[in-house]
């Protein structure tokens, strides 16, 4: 339903381009010279057309913020310096839009020209004039009953050619006219009765539109698609769990009992192998959910993005096997949809522990490599071209009794099933070198249970993960230098930190907080810079763009359903002014025992402090002096 629109606005090819390719010259100096001070007066909306040329050749956000990721990469970083470290604490709100629409919002909102689109809680699209908050037009779909494990979440849209893609909570596909909010055309991805919904913001790519199902928790079959972004029509499917014939050895994998970097994940193979007969046609059901949007390659023609947990997440007994693609980073030609491969760093989770965070791209000495922030607590890095692993990082929350096999009588985990890093996307800044990774600290107390699957459409968890009574939830922001795996700077957060990271030229990581706050910390060394009291939980993605010379930092703060933080409904734009503000009060760096990173390969050492204490505490053998 569409309840206003403007009409349609005529744009220069040419402005076009340039808004969407042009590098971002330093802001600082015309700023100071011009005075430029933000307006709240009503403009005509340009509606820009979104080329693909300009967005293959985008590199990083600027004027615009034309990709879910900020640029093809999911860098989710912006080369607009205006706002820096020196100014950021003159930023001061010059609009807010309610959307009325008060439950977990989530989105990261598109910019184009002078026009933001995004989307609330319930699949709903709204476009709004990016430089004074005014209603542009808004749809509302008609969604069909749908099951869901965690809230009507939506998490953006994407912008291409003259339509805006929204896919909606009960697994439909829509193309929105981007000047009126009109249908241009909708189809079904899946069936919401069997289970399926939809909670990622598409990506356009090369004239098609990439989406990825959630539904794991619902014993669902899991599957990417493709389609052709003018009419609709499905280009390819690929299944994130193999049937028998799709994969040299199905779902089954290779029965490893340790995570790629030796670390043991306590599975009782031999008992698998026994079962595997019983369950053979496990994978029917097998979970695999893809959350988030994925990274593009333009050059290489290849999509990656990691394929969340297995199905009933919590009782590997009835699904024996390593459970491809579950747990894995993925690499398809985004052309036909076929495999090119798969890192699987957690092979039959039985912890809720496979990922969610969207992957991102970035290069160092001329090398291509993705990064990923897992809900276990590290930070993975593997070869671009070939999926081989290269590092694991520090870890990044607290880790403790980690793939610990659940008991009828529940286990403590750390992370819990919520994180490390759940959904929520990591910023990566290629001055500084650092990946700016959101965590979950929230240790949880993991069961399992002999659940025969219900009905379709009926969650299906085989056991039970809940709070540990004993113990308090917060957050980290970690610094991560994408060499080495080092943490670089920390900071501990009050709650849990859910939602994405953003990056800037500036030296800035904005990022918004459970407790209703958006925070800038100095890129650099986590200096916490800045600090705005939204009224709500702030799990939006942060987004800047520059409009007539004037840079804007802009955030959804409406709550969030999972972390049960408050609501609210609104989108708050930020601008520079020249009142200074007062400093807000540091966060403290949190103190844990972190294990190190380990390169791909390596031997490790144990410590001597650590082998004598070993000795120390262990009976000597009778007989013995």
Request: proline share 8%; net charge negative; hydrophobic share 40%.
């Amino acid at each position: 339903m569409v309840v206003k629109s403007w009409g349609s606005v005529p744009a220069a090819s040419a402005l076009a381009l340039l808004v969407l390719t042009s590098a971002c010259r330093s802001n600082r100096q015309e700023m100071a010279e011009s005075n430029a001070q933000p307006t709240n007066e009503l403009t005509a909306p340009t509606f820009v057309a979104v080329e693909g040329v300009a967005l293959d050749s985008l590199q990083a956000a600027n004027e615009s913020w034309p990709v879910h990721g900020g640029a093809y990469n999911n860098q989710r970083f912006s080369v607009l310096d205006q706002v820096n470290r020196e100014n950021v604490h003159q930023l001061v709100p010059v609009w807010v839009y309610q959307t009325g629409v008060t439950e977990s919002f989530q989105t990261t909102p598109i910019v184009v020209g002078n026009v933001m689109y995004l989307t609330t809680a319930e699949s709903r699209v709204i476009a709004l004039d990016a430089t004074t908050g005014e209603l542009l037009w808004r749809f509302t779909p008609d969604l069909s009953p749908v099951s869901l494990c965690c809230g009507p979440n939506n998490r953006g849209v994407a912008v291409y050619g003259q339509n805006v893609y929204v896919a909606t909570l009960d697994a439909k596909l829509f193309a929105l006219d981007s000047r009126t909010g009109e249908v241009v055309w909708e189809t079904t991805v899946a069936d919401p009765d069997d289970g399926y919904s939809i909670t990622m913001a598409p990506l356009a790519y090369d004239g098609r539109v990439f989406v990825g199902v959630s539904g794991g928790k619902f014993g669902i079959r899991g599957f990417v698609a493709a389609y052709a972004a003018d009419t609709g029509e499905r280009a390819w499917v690929w299944n994130t769990i193999p049937a028998p014939d799709e994969a040299p050895n199905g779902w089954w994998g290779d029965w490893r009992d340790a995570d790629p970097y030796g670390t043991t994940l306590n599975r009782d193979v031999l008992q698998e192998r026994e079962d595997s007969a019983q369950y053979s046609d496990a994978w029917r059901r097998g979970g695999g959910p893809v959350w988030m949007t994925p990274a593009y390659d333009p050059v290489g023609k290849t999509l990656y993005f990691s394929v969340g947990n297995p199905a009933p997440p919590l009782n590997g007994r009835v699904r024996p096997g390593d459970n491809l693609y579950t747990g894995s980073i993925v690499a398809l030609d985004a052309v036909s949809g076929v495999l090119k491969w798969y890192f699987q760093y957690l092979p039959h989770d039985v912890w809720d522990l496979a990922p969610g965070s969207a992957p991102f791209l970035f290069s160092v000495d001329g090398r291509r490599f993705v990064g990923h922030a897992g809900k276990t607590g590290w930070l993975y890095v593997v070869d671009a071209e070939t999926g081989e692993p290269v590092l694991r990082s520090e870890n990044f929350v607290p880790q403790d009794a980690l793939f610990a096999p659940p008991a009828s009588d529940g286990v403590r985990i750390v992370p819990g099933s919520n994180g490390g890093t759940s959904w929520s996307p990591v910023a990566y800044s290629p001055r500084t070198g650092s990946a700016y990774v959101p965590a979950t600290h929230q240790p949880m107390i993991v069961a399992s249970a002999a659940q025969p699957r219900g009905e379709p459409g009926s969650l299906w968890l085989g056991g039970t993960s809940r709070l540990s009574p004993d113990d308090e939830s917060w957050g980290t922001l970690s610094a991560i230098d994408v060499r080495t795996g080092s943490i670089r700077w920390q900071r501990r957060t009050a709650a849990p930190l859910v939602g994405p990271v953003l990056a800037t030229a500036g030296d800035l990581v904005f990022v918004g907080q459970g407790t209703g706050t958006l925070d800038a910390f100095d890129a650099v060394d986590g200096t916490l810079l800045w600090q705005f009291r939204t009224g709500a939980g702030a799990h939006g993605g942060p987004v800047t763009y520059s409009v007539n010379g004037i840079q804007y930092v802009a955030i959804a703060a409406g709550g969030d359903y999972q972390t049960d933080s408050p609501r609210g409904n609104a989108v708050i734009a930020f601008a520079l002014a020249t009142s200074p503000r007062s400093m807000p009060v540091q966060y403290e760096t949190p103190q844990y025992t972190r294990t190190g990173a380990i390169r791909y390969g390596e031997v490790r050492q144990i410590p001597a402090a650590e082998l004598e204490r070993f000795r120390a505490s262990t009976p000597a053998p009778a007989g013995t002096d």
